[in-house]
């Protein structure tokens, strides 16, 4: 199995900070890496695909980077609609779509 | 539009057997793999299990292999999950959710459902 390691667990920040969250693979998943957010009660909402393709609708704050093991995902100018938990996953190995632990962004 | 709309969940006993069901619509069901995935309390995400457009392949989370099985009926729209043997540790909110490319089994998740708890109690 690939496993998804998240950095940080919790991040607190203020509206219009520069947010970056960092996702490690524990081998190759090339660009195979996506981005979703979670809100309390709530489904997961794809964020990014393909490393840093912008679902459809999604705000262009948003990016994604990487490649290989090593992932990012920046937010450019924090919203207040932004706070929620944020979670990678690989889709490489379809035996196991392995998730990040997952990263709560908190108002500080 | 993309809809899916799970039903199934409830409180259940440890041992105890439980079928979760995801209805589709706003799209060609039978062309896209779906997914569940699960959610403990205060959890993360954890993947469960694949079944394909047709049925086939599947693919499942090996610790959950031996007791949990998915299937769908395309005339019905509808994808399930069968849990056996259930323990307290399976108290989750279970999601499904499809995958974006047709006719693929790996590819992320586009649409997800709503979730429904299952809560695995004596």
């Known amino acids: 199995d690939i496993e998804m390691t998240q950095s940080p667990a919790i991040l607190s920040a203020s509206v219009g900070d520069r947010v970056m969250i960092s996702c490690r693979a524990s081998?190759?998943?090339?660009?195979?890496l996506a981005w979703y957010q979670q809100k309390p009660g709530h489904a997961p909402k794809l964020l990014i695909y393909?490393?840093?393709t912008l679902e459809s609708g999604v705000p262009s704050r948003f990016s994604g980077s990487g490649f290989g093991t090593e992932f990012t995902l920046t937010i450019s100018s924090l919203d207040p609609d932004d706070f929620a938990t944020y979670y990678c996953?690989?889709?490489?190995?379809?035996?196991?779509?392995?998730f990040g632990g997952g990263t709560k962004v908190e108002i500080k | 539009e993309v809809h899916l709309l799970q039903s199934g969940g409830g409180s259940v006993q440890p041992g105890e057997s439980r079928r979760l069901s995801c209805v589709a619509s706003?799209?060609?069901?039978?062309?896209?793999?779906i997914n569940w995935i699960r959610q403990g309390p205060g959890k993360g995400l954890e993947w469960v299990a694949t079944?394909?457009?047709?049925?086939?392949?599947?693919y499942y989370n090996e610790s959950l292999r031996a007791r949990f099985s998915v299937s769908r009926d395309n005339s019905k729209n509808t994808a399930y999950l069968q849990m056996q043997g259930l323990r307290a540790e399976d108290t989750a909110v279970y999601f499904c959710?499809?995958?974006?490319?047709?006719?693929?089994?790996?590819?992320?998740?586009?649409?997800w459902g709503q979730g429904i708890l299952v809560t695995v109690s004596s």
């Open positions: 706003g799209f060609a069901f039978g062309s896209y793999a």
């Open positions: 393909g490393t840093s």
């Open positions: 996953q690989q889709y490489v190995d379809h035996v196991g779509f392995n």
């Open positions: 079944v394909g457009g047709s049925g086939s392949p599947t």
């Open positions: 081998q190759s998943v090339s660009m195979w």
């Open positions: 959710a499809k995958e974006h490319e047709i006719g693929s089994t790996g590819d992320y998740f586009d649409s």
